[in-house]
């Protein structure tokens, strides 16, 4: 991909039916972990011709380098394999959570580490090389278009549900996908 190519993002959608249910994520949080961890189980259940899953990505400063990490999944997104890029540098970080946060969120063997080796382990981990995504400028629009997706929807934390159209905030991390599909088909 040239810098004169234009950058286009894959959106993170999976399924296609008419029951949206969107997941407001942090990729190093336990809980959007726990989460991302049942997707595919949940569209086998339900059916990917009954739903739509929607990935949205909620970078949170407090797990220190959510921007790097929710910059370098979305410059995945718009490689050649799209959405399929994107979620392999998911499960990496899903696979691998230590290594791309801090202890308690404030210190651990991560004080130490530079951008430059959180990119080298996603890389590494997930086999997808979005280097050159990354560096570019216009991903901000990406990565903005989350944000403001999020706040607009009075989203602050991950992990969030909408189930078509409406925030659940009594739907977590620790249902089971069984609870899940019902909410999503009622």
């Avoid at 969107?22 to 086998?44: G, I, M, Y």
């Avoid at 400063?61 to 959510?66: A, G, I, L, Q």
């Avoid at 403001?148 to 934390?157: E, L």
Wanted: with cysteine; aromatic share 10%; net charge negative.
């Amino acid at each position: 991909m040239s810098q004169s190519t234009a950058l286009h993002a894959d959106p993170l959608v999976w399924g296609h039916g008419p029951k949206v249910f969107e997941a407001f994520l942090e990729p190093t949080c336990p809980f959007s972990v726990r989460a991302f961890n049942k997707f595919d189980a949940l569209l086998r259940l339900v059916g990917e011709d009954k739903m739509t899953l929607k990935i949205r990505l909620q970078s949170q400063p407090w797990h220190m380098y959510s921007g790097v990490i929710v910059r370098y999944i979305l410059a995945a997104s718009t490689l050649p394999e799209g959405k399929a890029a994107a979620k392999k540098v998911l499960q990496a970080v899903a696979d691998h959570r230590e290594e791309f946060e801090f202890t308690d969120h404030s210190h651990g063997p991560n004080m130490d580490a530079t951008p430059n080796q959180i990119l080298d382990r996603l890389e590494q981990y997930s086999g997808v090389n979005a280097r050159e995504p990354f560096l570019r400028a216009e991903l901000q629009n990406e990565i903005k278009w989350h944000s403001k997706y999020s706040r607009q929807n009075g989203i602050h934390v991950s992990p969030t549900f909408i189930t078509n159209g409406l925030v659940q905030l009594d739907i977590g991390s620790g249902d089971d996908i069984e609870s899940w599909a019902k909410r999503i088909l009622a």
